[in-house]
Each structure stands twice: as C-alpha cells, then as structure tokens.
C-alpha cells in the first residue's frame, strides 16, 4: 500500500551516502561541470529508508535543459546501525534527460511513496505503476 508520507532527504546527505571517492565521480565539480547538471536541494526516501530519489537535471548538445529522476541505493543488506558507512549507488531512472521539471519531481514522490514502483528490465531502471 502506497504511503502518503514523504521522507524529505537534503542533497548534502544524498552525497554522504554516496561517498565520492576513487572511481565515484557522481558529485565531483568536474563532472557536473562538464554535464552542466544542477542538483535539488534533496530527494524523497522511501519508507524502509533503502532507497532515495532525486532529480537532476543537464543541459544536452542542444542547449535544452532536460530533466531525470535518480535514484540512490543502499547496499544489499545495509543497516544504518551495523555498517553506517557503505556507499550507496546512483542509478538512473528511465526515461533519461526527457522530463520536465514537474513530471521529474512528480514522479520521484510517487516512487518514494509507492504509487509507482522501480522494475529492472533490459537492464535499465523503469517506473511502473504499482498493483
């Protein structure tokens, strides 16, 4: 059953989860540099705490700033209290720098709050509606 609660996380704690480091390039300041991405000011978390989606957004080839919801992932088997720092993964959730900011936004609440869920197919992250 879809919650109606959303679990607001701020953007500075999306990137500690994260934790950029030797290979992990997703905040660095040359990397949004060069993909002129912007980043909210946080992201919505589901219930269980094991996921949190966000949208980012860059402006292409074409000079069009284009939207795409995001969604960090705990490791398997990640407790806050056992393991505090595991790093999380960013993913990207289809379709990708298509979306308007209000279809973005809309669509990270409702996967954070379970009126759509994430799938996995053809190896891309998908939202679909929830049963």
């Known amino acids: ?18 934790q950029p480091g030797y290979g992990r390039h997703w905040f660095d300041a040359d990397t949004t540099r060069y993909f002129r991405t912007r980043y909210p000011e946080g992201g919505y978390t589901t219930a269980d705490g094991q996921q949190c989606f966000f949208v980012t957004s860059e402006r292409g080839p074409r000079n069009v700033r284009a939207y795409t919801v995001r969604v960090l992932i705990a490791p398997e088997g990640y407790d806050a209290k056992a393991f505090p720092r595991l790093a999380w993964e960013v993913e990207t959730v289809e379709p990708f720098n298509e979306l308007t900011r209000s279809v973005a936004n809309r669509m990270a609440r409702d996967l954070a709050t379970g009126k759509l869920v994430l799938r996995y197919e053809n190896y891309k992250h998908v939202a679909a509606l929830a049963d």
Not at 1 to 18: K, N, V
């Open 1 to 18: 059953m879809p919650s109606t609660i959303l679990h607001f996380t701020p953007i500075e704690r999306i990137r500690d989860l994260y």
